[in-house]
T-cell receptor, first 112, second 117 residues
């Protein structure tokens, strides 16, 4: 089976840096994804890690350690519009390798 | 990137009725999935919609309650049958698309928000 854990809520200040952690357990790891979801909208893709290490994409970076079952999403220079839920998702090798299971999400509040 | 259209975008339904949600993609896709997101919750995978064969359901979801069709590589429907207030949720169609750097990324339609009275 699969299990994904991430904090329920976080608060950070505009301009600051925030790190959202995710730990996971899966029987057949095939990639880890981070999605952003604003209230009332569908999730949008942020980042993808399949190998260990850091992937950087502008203000957003994502890190993966497969041996530890651990990832984090790093958001720099926070803006008010970054207030959203951030979903950690793991792809399993079942179902042709594309079955994706989501964590409960971390609600990030960015304050002025 | 492909465009994923879902309809209806929202509906208010009476208890005991059924509603069919349509998902149309503007290009052929192999993998198509249906998710549910209940109020304040994350996404739960209902089933994988397989083209030309029966859908593959996740634990806790059954075909009688959530029949799915996938007649071709661009279209799928999800029916929510005999609805109760507990079925009030956002239902999301998703497909796997090739993103930047060659990653196969799960991409979502805008969702269908159902409220069951």
């Amino acid at each position: 089976g699969q299990n994904i854990d991430q904090p329920t809520e976080m608060t950070a200040t505009e301009g600051a840096i925030v790190q959202i952690n995710c730990t996971y357990q899966t029987s057949g790891f095939n990639g880890l994804f981070w999605y952003q979801q604003h209230a009332g909208e569908a999730p949008t893709f942020l980042s993808y890690n399949v190998l260990d290490g850091l992937e950087e994409k502008g203000r957003f970076s994502s890190f993966l350690s497969r041996s530890k079952g651990y990832s984090y999403l790093l958001l720099k220079e926070l803006q008010m519009k970054d207030s959203a839920s951030y979903l950690c998702a793991v792809r399993d090798q079942g179902t042709g390798g594309f079955k994706t299971i989501f964590g409960a999400g971390t609600r990030l509040f960015v304050k002025a | 990137s492909a465009v994923i259209s879902q309809k209806p975008s929202r509906d208010i339904c009476q208890r005991g009725t059924s509603l069919t949600i349509q998902c149309q993609v503007d290009s052929q896709v192999t993998m198509m999935f249906w998710y549910r997101q209940q109020p304040g919750q994350s996404l739960t995978l209902i089933a994988t919609a397989n083209q030309g064969s029966e859908a593959t359901y996740e634990s806790g979801f059954v075909i009688d309650k959530f029949p799915i069709s996938r007649p071709n590589l661009t279209f799928s429907t999800l029916t929510v049958s005999n609805m109760s207030p507990e079925d009030s949720s956002i239902y999301l169609c998703s497909v796997v698309l090739q993103g930047a750097g060659g990653a196969n990324v799960l991409t979502f339609g805008a969702g269908s928000r159902l409220t069951v009275l």
